[in-house]
T-cell receptor, first 110, second 115 residues
């Protein structure tokens, strides 16, 4: 069946460094992807999305890269800040709902 | 715009009781999705509803769980005869369209604890 997974369950980075969070997806029919950020005790918050007709999209301090050949998605956070500490989920959509990966916990070290 | 409102934030039920979780979508959103999240895990899709219609309930357990989204009022996720394994965070999301190129807006969730 469909599945979305992450290579790294936890990631620790120094404040000010760049962070890269990876995601693998298995459904080649997926054509829309979103990264969500979830802080402790809160619901997932939309960060950035990308459609399958693109391979890169940039936002404020964040960049999403999509490699359809190997079915890989990544989220890059520039100049990581303490407020970026959270769990990050990738989600793919090929039908009527999103399939979420298990998440990567990002810890920002002072 | 108050966003997606879920209540209660925390709910404690004894085994065998019923749990009712409420979700009011964002203003102008007519599509509601329920997800369940176990500790340290990702979100698992449960059900997708529009007003008065269940569109996709493929992620919903066949027994004890039901969902509705009436013409008036919030969407309700009902769990009958709760068991300890139902303890989880339940998130509701809404979107303005069922088209899959729209992201969801999530509520803050209801954390159900079954004792």
């Amino acid at each position: 069946g469909e599945s979305v997974g992450l290579h790294l369950p936890t990631l620790s980075v120094q404040e000010g460094d760049n962070s890269i969070i990876n995601c693998a997806y298995s459904n080649s029919a997926s054509d829309y992807f979103i990264w969500y950020k979830q802080e402790s005790g809160k619901g997932p918050q939309f960060i950035i999305d990308i459609r399958s007709n693109m391979d890169k999209r940039q936002g404020q301090r964040v960049t999403v890269l999509l490699n359809k050949t190997v079915k890989h998605l990544s989220l890059q956070i520039a100049a990581t800040q303490p407020g970026d500490s959270a769990v990050y989920f990738c989600a793919e959509n090929s039908g009527q709902n999103f399939v979420f990966g298990p998440g990567t916990r990002l810890s920002v070290l002072p | 715009n108050a966003g997606v409102m879920q209540n209660p934030r925390h709910l404690v039920r004894r085994r065998g009781q019923e749990a009712r979780l409420r979700c009011s979508p964002m203003k102008g959103h007519s599509h509601v999705y329920w997800y369940r999240q176990l500790p340290e895990e990702g979100l698992k899709f449960m059900v997708y509803l529009q007003k008065e219609n269940i569109i996709d309930e493929s992620g919903m357990p066949k027994e004890r769980f039901s969902a509705e989204f009436p013409k008036e009022g919030p969407s309700i996720l009902r769990i009958q005869q709760v068991v300890r394994g139902d303890s989880a965070a339940y998130f509701c999301a809404s979107s303005p369209s069922g088209q899959r190129n729209y992201g969801y807006t999530f509520g803050s969730g209801t954390r159900l604890t079954v004792v």
